[in-house]
């Protein structure tokens, strides 16, 4: 489907997704009425599918200056939270079809595919750890030239223009690509455990020089890699056949439709955030009956897009704070090598113009990154708790008492 088929108001999308499900009934006919499955087992199913297709939906709605932005992953994460429960919640109302084959086998994979995405998801948190290590370096430009520091002087000096202009170096060479960094630092965080997000000064001390901001330590091992783990989340998951749905009673296609927003949304996360050795090459090969794969589909070529523009190629994330806070730091280091002392007036007014685009960036960094921090962590620990719950139910259904 081309992808002007996508655009304009939010009616098509809806109307695309809704067509699709008399086709669904008569391609897979067992994903709607289940041999042997209740009528609200089916009510259920087709529910979740709706609701997943409806909310991927919202998301793709979003015009081009909101995608990827902090308020839209945040959103992002909370529609895998939404799914994620909801799924939980059909395996929980059949957990005794759920320890029967094939649906054991096919939950077994499902598990494994999360567990690899909590990688990913430390990954992030390092990711996020880096933005903040810029915001940082931002605050510094603010302090240095904003209407705080200048107090009762006439002008701003070659003194706060230098302390500025090499925060806006570090900034510039630390948000290169992440590919050559050096040494990783000693101490760091393996798992979502303890973290104190009010930057202590533990953690301060860590990154005091260029050399510690630019080499910052992953999480993960230095050979992991956020391609390769997308890859291997992704790898055979195939929708269900007609027999597999047969035998599951339909449970197989909430299944695979949990595997494919677990496999978008972890790659989102890797679009959009610093990430060691990113990589967007997946292929998301949905099936057009699922009511759910047109907005994934068009958000999928949409990042893409936007990943393939001139300015963004060589991006270490595609965040749109991120693509703000470059430009805003290029635009205001240009004009800190051009001024001449003293400044003009005309100098001046441009430099707070600039300073005041600035503040902006850093408040917008302010409000959304640590709530985005904290919902990472709660996908990691939904994830963790999830899997332990479909374990423990499987111990109990093969150990009997």
């Known amino acids: 489907m081309p992808a002007t088929d996508y655009q304009g108001t939010s009616s098509p999308l809806t109307n695309i997704g809704r067509s699709l499900l008399p086709v669904r009934r008569d391609q897979v006919h067992a994903m709607e009425s289940p041999i042997g499955g209740s009528a609200s087992n089916e009510a259920e199913i087709e529910s979740f599918q709706r609701r997943v297709a409806d909310r991927f939906h919202d998301l793709a709605s979003v015009p081009s200056d909101e995608l990827l932005s902090l308020p839209w992953v945040r959103k992002l994460l909370d529609v895998f939270l939404c799914c994620q429960e909801e799924f939980r919640v059909i395996l929980f109302n059949n957990i005794a079809l759920v320890k029967k084959s094939p649906m054991d086998r096919l939950i077994a994979d499902f598990y494994e595919r999360t567990v690899k995405a ?76 303890r973290h104190n997000t009010s930057g202590s000064h533990s953690k301060d001390h860590h990154h005091r020089s260029l050399g510690h901001f630019r080499s910052l330590s992953w999480s993960v091992s230095r050979s992991w890699s956020a391609a ?20 599951t009673n339909g449970l197989a296609v909430p299944v695979y439709t949990m595997g494919s927003v677990l496999l978008f949304v972890m790659w989102a996360l890797v679009a959009a955030i610093p990430c060691q050795d ?20 068009w ?16 991006a270490c994330g595609l965040l749109r704070e991120i693509y703000q806070m470059e430009k805003c730091s290029r635009l205001l280091g240009e004009l800190a090598d051009s001024v ?10 441009e430099v707070k113009q600039r300073v005041k685009e600035l503040e902006q960036v850093l408040d917008a960094l302010k409000e959304d990154l640590e709530p985005l921090e904290k919902q990472v962590r709660e996908v990691f620990h939904r994830i963790v708790r999830s899997r332990t719950e479909g374990l423990d139910s499987f111990a109990r259904g093969h150990n009997p008492e």
Request: overall charge positive.
């Open 299 to 314: 958000l999928h070529e949409r990042i893409l897009e936007e990943s393939k523009k001139r300015d963004r190629k060589n």
């Open 340 to 349: 001449q002392f003293p400044l003009s007036e005309d100098k001046e007014r």
């Open 118 to 193: 909590l990688d990913v998801c430390n990954a992030i948190r390092d990711g996020i750890e880096q933005i903040r290590q810029w915001q940082k370096l931002l605050e510094i430009v603010l302090c240095a030239l904003g209407d705080s520091n200048v107090g009762y002087q006439r002008s701003l000096g070659e003194g706060q223009f230098r302390r500025a202009r090499k925060a806006l170096i570090d900034l510039a060479i630390g948000m290169l690509d992440e590919k050559d960094s050096g040494q990783a630092l000693a101490h760091r965080n393996r798992s979502f455990g």
């Open 278 to 297: 990113r990589g967007l090459q997946v292929h998301f090969n949905v099936p057009r009956q699922f009511p759910w794969s047109a907005p994934i589909l």
């Open 228 to 247: 390769r783990q997308l890859q291997a989340i992704g790898n055979n998951l195939a929708a269900p056949r007609g027999n597999e749905i047969l035998a």
